[in-house]
């Protein structure tokens, strides 16, 4: 059924994860100045300013981004296989691994030495890690599930 608690535990981690396209991951402030780390790209705050970097640079952020919104959405809907459920949240769990790997590894350190400063880390880089924890929290609930079939299975 979609009105389990794990469905708005996938449903919360859906959401978190749209969020990362409109909360900056760092900030970076240069002595001329200011430029915003998007998942879609770097954001500088001058008029006419020339772009840092071409969308391609940014397209496996935007990827894992789209995938950690639709793999949830898509779990919610395969409220009747329970295990076809879990395995999407496991993944889910992984590709947020990835992103923040890839983030705090490699977009924020190529960005450093691009722009020259350091990173002043915005509420987005915490973002992957709250959809990590709705993610556990989704499996757990469809684990107590399973378990619960299981026992029911065992009466009949």
Known sequence: MIQRIQSIFMAAASLSALMLLIFPIAWYYGSSNTIAFYVFGFVEHLPDAPALKSWMFFLPLIVLTVVLIVLP??????YKRLQQQYR????????????????????????????????????????????LVFSFLAMRGIKKDVKLLRSVDRLR
């Open 73 to 78: 959405l898509v779990a919610v809907f395969n």
């Open 88 to 131: 999407l949240m496991r993944v889910n769990m992984f590709v947020s691994i990835l992103l923040v790997a890839a983030l705090l590894l490699y977009y924020t350190t190529n960005a450093a030495t691009l722009t020259s400063t350091e990173p002043s880390y915005a509420t987005g880089v915490f973002i992957p890690l709250i959809i």
